[in-house]
């Protein structure tokens, strides 16, 4: 009798979690190894940012699992454990230490890591960035100091952690190299209503300018100096320029790698069998037509469980409409679609975006490519579904409050 197939999982992450999870949802009764290079088990990060950083959410609730579920469903989970390399032709990964893994199929989901600033005084304590547990637990503790903060950066991070840093009393500067917020995720028009949202919560902004160098004294920082000369008093910087993928491993092994892992639309790659999902994926879209890399929750939640489909040669396709969502001060938002800069040639608003509650559209010769909902609720399938739909409408009937989605 032939032994069970043996599947190798590795990044203890969101996506690589629900692939075990999806795995065995879909039968598969072989092995399932999830290598994990932190001592947490797996867990999600949007909390980081937001609910847990305030001290709203539990402990407990950032875990994709509960603790038992990984045995329970005969997941062999190892913390702490680093993968060092694939060997590609042995079907093999080798961890730290010289031990191996063997694989009939292997899945990557290595995410990625912040970008660090490569500057004077980059090193100095009291630097801070965000993307780890571990990560959000120093931050919130640097944070209920008060004192000045300036935020590197002014992309989702960057404006989650100001709105933190307010909430905790901290006087908080945001450096931009761009001319505003979130440019390259919503475009200039929309940016422009959180960049208003942070400064009527006592926010400044410095767009325009990016950070030269860091100041310290006994090996904390004390100040930031940026690229106009200027210097800004500190008691904490927090680093929030954009995340690389962590390719090194696909990289060493010969895998396709271009901005992040490329994979097809079944989210395999160069290898027939070795996948990848997650951060770490630059995908093919066949909703969009095009590949796309993304850094959200959601594609983490839904491309996991295709790539467990595609390794079991069940058909999968990666098609989803990506989401985001933000929570910012009173503030509550989801974006579905992908308004790039250049992807769009018309914002359509249902409702006063001045208001706080309204509706933004982008079009693109007529038809929806994204939608963004802030602080109205159960429209965001809705929206979805204009955008799979790639029908032109009428931007009349779309900015009219009377008239339902579901309509157009």
């Not at 093919?284 to 489909?309: C, K, M, Q, S, Y």
Request: contains cysteine.
């Amino acid at each position: 009798m032939p032994a069970e197939p043996a599947y190798v999982i590795i990044g203890a992450s969101m996506a690589g979690a629900k692939a075990a999870e999806a795995l065995r949802d879909e039968g598969f009764s072989g092995t399932v190894v999830l290598i994990g290079a932190e001592d947490e088990r797996p867990y999600e990060r949007p909390p980081l940012s937001k609910g847990y950083l305030l001290g709203k959410d539990a402990r407990d609730s950032i875990f994709v699992h509960p603790e038992g579920w990984y045995a329970e469903h005969d997941v062999d989970l190892r913390r702490g454990t680093t993968a060092t390399s694939i060997d590609r032709s042995g079907h093999r990964v080798i961890l730290a230490g010289g031990e191996t893994v063997p694989y009939d199929r292997l899945l990557i989901t290595t995410g990625a890591s912040p970008r660090r600033l490569d500057i004077p005084g980059g090193d100095l304590d009291g630097v801070l960035y965000l993307r780890t547990v571990g990560d959000c637990e120093r931050l919130a503790e640097a944070l209920r100091g008060g004192g000045q903060v300036v935020i590197a950066g002014g992309g989702w991070i960057g404006l989650e952690t100001a709105a933190a840093a307010r909430e905790n009393g901290c006087e908080v500067t945001v450096v931009e190299p761009e001319r505003g917020v979130l440019n390259r995720a919503l475009g200039p028009e929309l940016g422009e209503v959180f960049a208003d949202l942070h400064r009527s919560n006592g926010v400044t902004f410095r767009f325009g300018e990016g950070v030269s160098e860091l100041t310290g004294a006994d090996g904390t920082v004390t100040g930031v100096i940026t690229s106009a000369g200027e210097e800004l008093p500190a008691r904490r910087v927090i680093v929030a320029v954009g995340i690389r993928p962590n390719v090194e491993l696909a990289a060493e092994a010969g895998l396709d790698v271009d901005n992040g892992i490329v994979v097809d639309e079944t989210l395999g790659t160069s290898d027939p069998d070795i996948f990848a999902a997650g951060d770490v994926a630059n995908a093919f879209n066949t909703l969009l037509g095009r590949r796309i890399r993304v850094e959200h929750w959601a594609n983490a939640l839904v491309g996991g469980p295709i790539a467990a489909r595609s390794m079991m040669g069940k058909d999968a396709t990666y098609d989803w409409v990506p989401y985001f969502f933000s929570d910012q001060y009173d503030l509550g938002m989801e974006v579905a679609g992908l308004p790039d800069p250049g992807s769009y040639d018309e914002i359509v608003y249902r409702g006063d975006k001045d208001s706080g509650e309204f509706i933004s559209f982008w079009l693109s010769d007529g038809a929806v490519v994204a939608g963004m909902n802030v602080n109205v609720w159960d429209v965001n399938e809705d929206i979805q579904a204009l955008i799979r739909s790639g029908t032109p409408v009428d931007p009349d009937r779309l900015a009219d409050p009377d008239t339902p989605l579901t309509d157009l």
